[in-house]
């Protein structure tokens, strides 16, 4: 079987690595890919992007490739699975009318609204005195959110009115996020901790994978400004076996079949953000894709039937699919150049990836990076992703930092806090 993987982060290389894993898996590429999918087992670059939806059909076609996993938000909300399957090719991954759960921040709570899944309350604004005028009136603490994608970025957690209006600000005004984010939602501040709910779907049919919770701030102890992710670990404490369950019935369940009623049949994966706090269980949104760095730890912990439950979803059933997870915990931390998530300078060689590798059920997924004249060198914000697997959170995040001492390149940046939270959910701290 030979298999396309679009993208070139992290997301996108632990896609490759755990798909590689698979007898029946024969080749994968990747496009673009990154110095990381250049050196893994099975897999080969390809030169092209993810937004050139005409010439990756191309290449599928030309190379007789089985099954396209697309990584990205922005191929599924240009529609590249309605192109792809309208060629008759077989694409993992929600379409354009389905992606709109993530691509439109008003669109999702509309659905939610109407499914009766619970959330924050909110009202969406297309100019800037209204929304400045109606965060005067509620103050803070708000959420202000850009209504389309913005690479993880869009959204703002303010404890202060000014806060919350430099927000609306630089959204209307400065056109921080691009042109096409002329609308914004404005919710409630929810209370507690957020969690990532990942599962497959067919649109009829969820497997859902492990829970797992993200570090956005790119200092300790949750401080300044939101990245794409800087660690994460999974299972998350915070949300047991009854609680995933509970996710599955009244958040995915709902969202699909609210889809449904519109004509829109949703197969790919459902994120679910989640806001929990003791018994109360709130989405704060929904993307169309699988996190970074959710991903690699959720992923690193699937024992089977990955592949099947891929292939599964793009034919629209996935009776009879199981997915197996370790019983082990995984915890993964982000090595990010200096700067991030504002200006940084790339091109620095990296070294340790291979010793922090050869430590047992370690694994580095990389993200920004680039293999050039045998070499690895730094060509992102967030370089690295250092992921291990242990018996247990502690254990698994003193593996994943004793693989991140091995390693080391210029202007490199990472928290040292991954995984507290999950410690102090279970009491070991």
Partial sequence: MKILVIGSGGREHAIAWKLSQDNRVEKIYVAPGNGGTACEEKCENVNIKAGEITKLIEFVKTNKIDLTVVGPEDPLSQGIVDD??????????????????????????DVMKKAGIATADYEKFNNCHDALEYIRKKGAPIVVKADGLAAGKGVTVAFSIEEAEKAVKEIFIDKVFGEANSTIVIEDFMEGEEATYLAITDGENIIPL????????????????????????????????????????????????????????????????????????????????????????????????????????????????????????????????????????????????????????????????????????????????????????????????????????????????????????????
């Fill in 84 to 109: 792809f399957e309208k060629e008759g090719l077989l694409i993992f991954g929600p379409n354009k009318a389905a992606a709109q759960m993530e691509a439109s921040k008003a669109f999702a709570k």
């Fill in 210 to 429: 492990s829970v797992s919770q993200d570090h956005k701030r790119v200092y300790d102890n949750d401080e300044g400004p939101n990245t794409g992710g800087m660690g994460a670990y999974t299972p998350a404490p915070i949300c047991n076996d009854e609680k995933l369950a509970r996710v599955t019935n009244e958040i995915a369940k709902p969202m699909i079949d609210e889809l449904k009623k519109r004509g829109i049949i949703y197969k790919g994966v459902i994120y679910a953000g989640l806001m929990i706090n003791g018994e109360s269980i709130k989405v704060v949104e929904f993307n169309a894709r699988f996190g970074d760095p959710e991903c690699q730890v959720v992923l690193s912990r699937i024992e089977s039937g990955f592949l099947d439950a891929l292939l599964g979803a793009a034919k629209g059933n996935l009776t009879g699919i199981n997915i197996i997870n370790k019983n082990m915990t995984a915890t993964c931390v982000i090595m990010i150049s200096g700067g991030y998530p504002k200006d940084y300078k790339s091109g620095y060689e990296i070294t340790g990836i291979n010793e922090a590798d050869k430590i047992e059920n370690i694994k580095v997924f990389h993200a920004g990076t680039r293999a050039e004249n045998g070499k690895i060198l730094t060509s992102g914000g967030r370089v690295l992703c250092v992921t291990a697997i242990d018996k247990d959170l502690s254990s698994s995040i003193e593996k994943a930092y004793n693989g991140v001492a091995k390693i080391s390149f210029k202007n490199m940046a990472y928290r040292k806090d991954i995984g507290k939270k999950g410690l102090k959910n279970l009491g070991a701290l």
